[in-house]
């Protein structure tokens, strides 16, 4: 009986789903319009009817209507919406849409000049970008999108936070770096981070994270920038002040340790001994998710590993090599986790915090006998191996 229910279901569900898309073929504009202003209701949260809606040729369907200048602009911004949609569900999603070349449509798109529109291309674009199976060097194909990338920034608050996103998503080599350092990325960034808006902020501090990365050229420009008046470095500082969201903290710290490792600011710099180094050590204490203590470590064990004088000052700041201890009291014990998916997160990041407490520990005692014998025997057995 269960199995015919289901069945049943799953034929109603297709039959649903197919008459979606035929609605998109109506002859008359204001049908498609309603049809598609339908089809972006029936899909919010349901990953099933997006998979059903992709299988039976939405997209392409979508993706025409969105192109042609016959649509109104409210049909085109309904298309551009309801494909960001099918964008929030699977992988599997993401990867059919970029087989069907919504990159390029989008980007096309936004050389409108309707900015509701624009706006609704660039969410999409960010949800297609940020997604792990997406190609990034999609976004470098023509050399002429970010230039005009860089032109929206000033638009609106939503250009501003989800061009940032993608820029921070698809800056992963020097050449992306040298790109869109080429294309004004450090003038056209700097002013947002100041926004009124905080996701602006966040998304421009990332994309000052990514673009600093073991980056001499970015990192030596950075520390002569003004915001308002302000030197970058002191804008990164405020932003490591403990009433900042903690997601904040960490990637202004992580901006002044690449700078600070590409040579742009000395280690003896009181911005990084007075507040680089204790805002990551603070970031390594138990009170944090388990993420943001693999990172804090990570990016402290980076900021001191070539320096013996922070080494030094870390080993005495806030019992660092004691907290360091609790990265191996995980996960909690099975018998006291009831919840699946809690277990499942701790096991997942219980081996990134053991990784990040030994790249923690090796920093720490990779030049000084005496901060050696305050880390754990057996743990110094470990390092030396």
């Not at 402290?300 to 609790?326: F, G, K, N």
Request: aromatic share 6%; proline share 4%; hydrophobic share 40%.
């Amino acid at each position: 009986i269960f199995v015919q229910l289901e069945t049943k279901f799953r034929r109603e569900v297709t039959a649903t789903s197919r008459h979606y898309v035929d609605r998109l073929f109506d002859p008359d504009p204001q049908k498609v319009l309603q049809g598609v202003i339908d089809m972006k209701n029936a899909v919010i949260g349901n990953n099933k009817q997006k998979a059903n809606l992709i299988v039976l040729g939405a997209v392409p369907r979508l993706l025409y209507l969105l192109q042609q200048s016959s649509s109104s602009m409210e049909l085109r911004t309904e298309c551009a919406v309801v494909l960001g949609s099918l964008a929030m569900g699977t992988e599997n999603n993401i990867k059919s849409l970029v087989d069907c070349h919504i990159i390029p449509a989008l980007l096309q798109g936004l050389l409108s000049s309707d900015l509701i529109f624009i706006e609704a291309c660039l969410r999409c674009l960010r949800t297609v970008f940020i997604s792990p199976v997406t190609p990034v060097q999609l976004l470098y194909t023509d050399p002429t999108v970010i230039p005009h990338l860089m032109s929206l920034l000033s638009n609106s608050l939503r250009t501003q936070e989800y061009i940032t996103q993608i820029f921070s998503h698809c800056c992963k080599t020097p050449e992306h770096q040298t790109i869109l350092f080429n294309h004004g990325a450090i003038q056209n960034i700097a002013p947002l981070l100041i926004s009124p808006s905080y996701k602006v902020r966040m998304q421009a501090l990332k994309c000052f994270s990514v673009l600093a990365y073991e980056n001499t050229q970015v990192s030596m420009t950075l520390v002569n920038v003004l915001v308002d008046g302000e030197l970058l470095t002191q804008v990164f500082v405020k932003m490591m002040q403990r009433d900042q969201p903690i997601e904040m903290q960490l990637t202004a710290a992580k901006c002044l340790t690449y700078m600070c490792r590409a040579s742009a600011i000395r280690t003896d710099d009181s911005c990084i001994v007075l507040k680089t180094l204790p805002c990551l050590v603070r970031m390594c204490s138990k009170e944090h998710l388990l993420e943001e203590r693999v990172e804090g470590a990570e990016t402290l064990a980076y900021l001191m590993e070539p320096d013996v004088e922070l080494q030094r000052i870390a080993s005495t700041t806030d019992h660092l090599v004691a907290m360091l201890a609790d990265y191996f009291k995980y996960p909690s014990s099975v018998s006291a986790i009831t919840d699946i998916k809690r277990l499942d997160h701790d096991l997942k990041h219980a081996h990134e915090l053991r990784q990040a407490a030994f790249k923690l520990y090796a920093s720490l005692g990779s030049n000084d006998e005496d901060i050696r014998k305050k880390v754990p025997s057996g743990l110094r057995l470990c390092l030396l191996m």
